[in-house]
Nanobody, 122 residues
């Protein structure tokens, strides 16, 4: 599966962005996740959605502000980010996991996109 992210950019504090991740072919058999990595920091879990999108998971830092959704017909997963803060600045990656175990660990994901930069100015 090839994954391509889009939708990153520069936004002011309190603003919103919607990230999208397009898959090269059907990805309904994959758990989908979003991760982010800021300069000098490790890649961290942001959000994940189960195979049908009926179960979602979030990092505490983004809970209530970010929403993950997926469209298995269009082979796409989205991350709606509201009330953005400067500490949300990072490169955001989408990833696919075949088994859905330990979804918060990047080591368990099998496929990754190239990332999209999100910068939140104060």
């Amino acid at each position: 599966v090839q994954l391509v992210e889009s939708g990153g950019g520069l936004v002011q504090t309190g603003g919103s962005l919607r990230l999208s991740c397009a898959a090269s072919h059907s990805f309904s058999s994959y758990f989908m996740g979003w991760f982010r990595q800021a300069p000098g920091k490790e890649r961290e879990f942001v959000a994940a959605a189960s195979w049908r999108g009926d179960m979602t998971y979030y990092a505490d830092a983004v809970k209530g502000r970010f929403t993950i959704s997926r469209d298995n017909v269009k082979n796409a997963v989205h991350l709606q980010m509201n009330s953005l803060k400067p500490e949300d600045t990072a490169v955001y990656y989408c990833a696919a996991d075949r088994f859905g175990n330990t979804i918060k660990s990047p080591d368990n994901y099998d496929y990754w996109g190239q990332g999209t930069q999100v910068t939140v100015s104060s």
